[in-house]
């Protein structure tokens, strides 16, 4: 399509869609979904009694037999330290003049700074979820970690008490249904109640593979009934036409367990979370600000469409002016820490690179 005309660009002033739209920042449904369910940090750490071993005193008698009374301590404390990141808003003083005072300004200045740093804050997070080696956060790849990368989960060590190890299985550079199943049993019983996976999260790449797998069923029921679906708050997944007014990631469904895309996931890995034993502690800070991050009337982003938890962690510290520039600069602080009492919950399979 041409240009308009010289002439006619001088005659005609350009008309700027009001609002800005990200296209760069890449979704995560679970980093969504976790801080979307967040609980509330209390206290210097977080600590919990875990059973890590039987007594293996009971037994059967039949007459006058001396029973046992040994004290088997079976318990141990994993204990969680609060995480914190930050992210900058820089507002130059005369660019935010301009904006302010012209009488066509489409987008607040102020306003797209803020919501760029809390959406790149966001992505911040998904990244360090997955796993990029940051002491300050634990991430869902520490927690399926069999001890061979993570050694030590809560201030405990792995070779000591082996139940706090993950299932970290190679795949051999395949992925079929078989290894998802044998992951599946290994994660969870089928039969406990709560104990199994809750979702499955994979690289887009990985889940085509698993899409392939899935062939027949895909065929035999998803394009009469559409692709089952994922929210916020689900542990199951629904039909995309009983979802209304809420965020839904589409999944593909094996044993029950919904798969999701995730474009922040590990390259080549493949994860079974249980849900229900994985959580995230968001902090307040008292002398900082909340921030709305369900609102984006400047920036619409992947990360605006769904309202999250009270205790997601996020806090807005105002913008304030140096006193040796003409301009403001202001931070977003996340405060919280990604926590499992039971590691054992969560599995994964590394190294998938076809079927």
């Known amino acids: 399509m041409a240009a308009p005309s010289a002439r006619l660009q001088t005659l005609t002033n350009t008309y700027l869609i009001p609002g800005a739209v990200d296209a760069v920042i890449n979704h995560s449904p679970v980093t969504s979904r976790l801080i979307g369910n967040a609980k509330k940090w209390s206290g210097s750490s977080l600590e919990r009694a875990v059973k890590h071993k039987v007594t293996g005193l009971g037994g059967s008698f039949s007459g006058l037999e001396e029973f046992s009374t040994s004290d088997v301590a079976t318990s141990i404390k994993l204990t969680y330290y609060l995480g914190a990141y930050e992210q900058p808003v820089v507002v130059p003083g005369l660019e935010k003049l301009i904006n302010s005072v012209s009488e066509q300004t489409a987008t607040s200045l102020v306003g797209y700074k803020t919501e760029e740093a809390k959406i790149e804050l966001a992505d911040g997070v998904a990244?360090?979820?997955?796993?990029?080696?940051?002491?300050?956060?634990?991430?869902?790849?520490?927690?399926?970690?069999?001890?061979?990368?993570?050694?030590?989960?809560?201030?405990?060590?792995?070779?000591?008490?082996?139940?706090?190890?993950?299932?970290?299985?190679?795949?051999?550079?395949?992925?079929?249904?078989?290894?998802?199943?044998?992951?599946?049993?290994?994660v969870g019983s089928v039969s406990t109640l709560g104990s199994r996976p809750t979702?499955?999260?994979?690289?887009?790449?990985?889940?085509?593979?698993?899409?392939?797998?899935?062939?027949?069923?895909?065929?035999?029921?998803?394009?009469?009934?559409?692709?089952?679906?994922?929210?916020?708050?689900?542990?199951?997944?629904v039909r995309n036409t009983e979802l209304m007014g809420v965020q839904g990631y589409v999944s593909l469904v094996y044993a029950g367990v919904p798969i999701v895309a995730d474009e922040?996931?590990?390259?080549?890995?493949?994860?079974?979370?249980?849900?229900?034993?994985?959580?995230?502690?968001?902090?307040?800070?008292?002398?900082?600000?909340?921030?709305?991050?369900?609102?984006?009337?400047?920036?619409?982003?992947?990360?605006?469409?769904?309202?999250?938890?009270?205790?997601?962690?996020?806090?807005?510290?105002?913008?304030?002016?140096?006193?040796?520039?003409?301009?403001?600069?202001?931070?977003?602080?996340?405060?919280?820490?990604?926590?499992?009492?039971?590691?054992?919950?969560?599995?994964?399979?590394?190294?998938?690179?076809?079927?």
């Open 199 to 237: 979702i499955g999260i994979t690289t887009e790449t990985i889940w085509n593979l698993v899409e392939s797998l899935l062939t027949p069923t895909v065929n035999a029921n998803y394009q009469a009934n559409g692709y089952p679906e994922v929210t916020m708050n689900s542990r199951a997944p």
């Open 264 to 355: 922040r996931a590990t390259s080549q890995t493949f994860y079974l979370l249980n849900e229900d034993r994985l959580d995230w502690y968001g902090a307040k800070d008292p002398d900082l600000q909340s921030v709305d991050l369900g609102s984006a009337n400047d920036l619409d982003s992947v990360y605006h469409r769904a309202t999250p938890s009270k205790f997601h962690g996020f806090n807005w510290q105002p913008l304030m002016r140096p006193i040796n520039q003409y301009g403001e600069v202001g931070h977003v602080f996340l405060f919280g820490q990604l926590v499992s009492w039971e590691p054992r919950r969560h599995g994964c399979l590394t190294g998938v690179t076809g079927v």
């Open 127 to 186: 990244q360090l979820f997955f796993g990029n080696n940051d002491s300050e956060f634990n991430s869902i790849r520490d927690f399926a970690d069999d001890g061979g990368q993570t050694s030590s989960i809560g201030t405990q060590s792995r070779t000591t008490y082996s139940v706090l190890q993950g299932t970290d299985t190679a795949s051999g550079g395949t992925i079929s249904l078989t290894k998802i199943r044998t992951l599946m049993s290994a």
